[in-house]
């Protein structure tokens, strides 16, 4: 079985500040991981995702990844945070036994950024 | 291309109500799946389908129904709404592929009172 665990479920910065949200995983094979945005009352929309092409991926509104399989983790990162960054985020792996594979969310982290 | 189209965006039921939430997609992908959105718990899997005809339970199930006669459609039926399933109801649609990612709908608030 395989789960996801994101570290922390909100998360304050200052503008222009790093943003950084911690994703950790636990799978028995290699998974595929992926990075979802969610602003107010609307769907989850994908920021980027690890599919084993490279360890640091990059995404889209400054956002990057890196995948580190000693550490089973996924963090995000941005340089410099912007207002437009506040919203809720959520880590997901997918894959497993099957081939296909379900997709399994964390609990997901707000950020909120302040002046 | 419209992706994932979900409705209504808003429901009020009364306790003991039926409905049913309508999923839509138009990539032609075979993996469709329903999640419910909780403050705190993230997204959790109700039910799942991998084609049509093919449909799978996900975590948490009961209380609802779901089929899938064609590629395009998956409906969520809640056959007898209780107040615990207030909550914003997801519809995601993916390829059958595990490195690829899900496209979510815009999302279905209802409300049980």
């Known amino acids: 079985a395989q789960s996801v665990t994101q570290l922390g479920s909100h998360v304050s910065v200052s503008e222009g500040a790093l943003v950084l949200l911690r994703c950790n995983y636990s799978?028995?094979?290699?998974?595929?991981l992926f990075w979802y945005v969610q602003y107010p009352n609307q769907g989850l929309q994908l920021l980027l995702k690890?599919?084993?092409?490279?360890?640091l991926v990059k995404g889209i509104n400054g956002f990057e990844a890196e995948f580190k399989k000693s550490e089973t983790s996924f963090h995000l990162t941005k340089p410099s945070a912007h207002m437009s960054d506040a919203a809720e985020y959520f880590c997901?792996?997918?894959?497993?036994?099957?081939?296909?594979?379900?997709?399994?969310f964390g609990a997901g982290t707000q950020v909120v950024v302040t002046p | 291309n419209a992706g994932v189209t979900q409705t209504p965006k808003f429901q009020v039921l009364k306790t003991g109500q039926s409905m049913t939430l309508q999923c839509a997609q138009d990539?032609?992908?075979?993996?469709m799946s329903w999640y419910r959105q909780d403050p705190g718990m993230g997204l959790r899997l109700i039910h799942y389908?991998?084609?049509?005809?093919?449909?799978d339970q996900g975590e948490v199930p009961n209380g609802y129904n779901v089929s899938r006669s064609t590629t395009e459609d998956f409906p969520l039926r809640l056959l007898s709404a209780a107040p615990s399933q207030t909550s914003v109801y997801f519809c995601?649609?993916?390829?059958?592929?595990?490195?690829?990612?899900?496209?979510f709908g815009q999302g279905t608030r209802l409300t049980v009172v």
């Open positions: 799978s028995s094979v290699p998974p595929y």
């Open positions: 990539m032609n992908h075979e993996y």
């Open positions: 995601a649609s993916s390829p059958l592929r595990a490195n690829t990612e899900a496209f």
């Open positions: 997901a792996v997918r894959g497993g036994t099957d081939s296909w594979g379900k997709f399994q």
């Open positions: 389908s991998v084609g049509a005809g093919i449909t």
């Open positions: 690890y599919t084993s092409a490279a360890t």
